[in-house]
């Protein structure tokens, strides 16, 4: 026999086999059942998938659907700055307050003191998610030196400016009565003066300061708060984070026990303008831009200045993390050759929400 009969005759004897078994099999009743049982397995696998599948779908259909679901995502840093300054606000003008209008019988200068430590701890606390900056030079200082998005900037100070003057009009409309009482009838409104209520919401210097004194005060109290935020946020330093609030308490405790008196340490552009701009909403005069001699725009303008300086102090002689100061010319070049490459402070925007 040749090649191909050999190779004919191996198939005839394969396929007589396999005939021959599967002629068993039914016989014995397994070879149908098995294959049966088997499709059978498979189909309700492929069911299983299918309805999976189709399930998420339908959720992924019906997050979609959620109009607030996706409007919390793309502002949940919006959010978290104004609602985490509201309570910073709500704290601080509540604790004043209270102290004045009741001529210092329910608290006094160091219950101030204790009232905004407790405002920011807890402000920072709400408003982790986005970094707790509570304070547009914190978060003008973190874009400087921390890679924070300079395009979210003016979003978080719009958040934190909102939120404060919302807390302004909540602490107004609390205390309205009691402020009437103090002043002497309902719509007298005072800015300076024994009987004046103005100070609750915003900041005003004493009397005897110049403009240099003012602005040197607001300048030196925000410098200490942003070295110290720093040396709080410095991986390589002693602070674990959980306690980075609690420290800030004691920050702000600190500077307004030390600090604070000249000025009423406003040491945030949010903090201050915010309640102020309420304040001359609701009646009282013009004065609350011209006292002090225009006083107004220091606290504005210093807390930039300030925690910039402060920032910068402590990446110069501290930090050995990433910062322009850590880079050639100590970052100077940037100014000159803005490269992306050199020092971007765009990084993990994915992982943030869009505002």
Known sequence: ????????????????????????????????????EDVESSNSALALASASASAQVADHGTEDRLLWTRIRGDCRDAFS????????????????????????????YQSISWGWG??????????????????????????????????????????????????????????RPAIDHFEGGSGIRTVTGPTATAGIFCTYPAEFMDRTSMFWS???SSTILQFVIFALLDKDNICPP??????????????????????????????????????????YPAEVWTAGNYYFWIPMVAPFFGC????????????????????????????????????????EQSLDSKV
């Open 218 to 220: 607001e300048f030196i």
């Open 81 to 108: 700055e104004f609602l985490g300054t509201m309570i910073l606000v709500l704290f601080g003008d509540g604790v004043v307050a209270q102290v004045v209008l009741s001529n210092e019988t329910k608290g006094n």
């Open 1 to 36: 026999m040749g090649p191909h009969s050999e190779a004919s005759f191996v198939d005839k004897t394969s396929a007589g086999s396999s005939t021959s078994l599967n002629k068993k099999e039914m016989a014995n009743g397994t070879g149908t059942g098995t294959h049966k």
């Open 242 to 283: 959980q306690f980075v609030p609690l420290g800030l308490f004691f920050l702000i405790f600190g500077i307004g026990a030390c600090w604070g008196w000249q000025t009423g340490y406003a040491i945030n552009l949010a903090r201050d303008f915010g309640p102020r701009l309420v304040s001359y909403i609701l009646g």
């Open 118 to 175: 407790i405002g920011v701890m807890l402000g920072v606390y709400v408003a982790g998610k986005s970094g707790g900056h509570i304070n547009p030079a914190v978060t003008l200082t973190n874009c400087i030196f921390r890679k924070h998005p300079w395009r979210k900037f003016p979003i978080y100070a719009v958040a934190q400016t909102l939120g404060a003057m919302a807390a302004a009009f909540v602490v107004y409309g609390n205390y």
């Open 308 to 347: 910039a300086f402060g920032g910068f102090l402590y990446d110069v002689f501290i930090y050995t993390g990433e910062s322009p100061i850590n880079t050639p010319w100590m970052g100077f070049r940037r100014l000159f050759q803005p490269r992306r490459s050199v020092w971007s402070n765009t990084y």
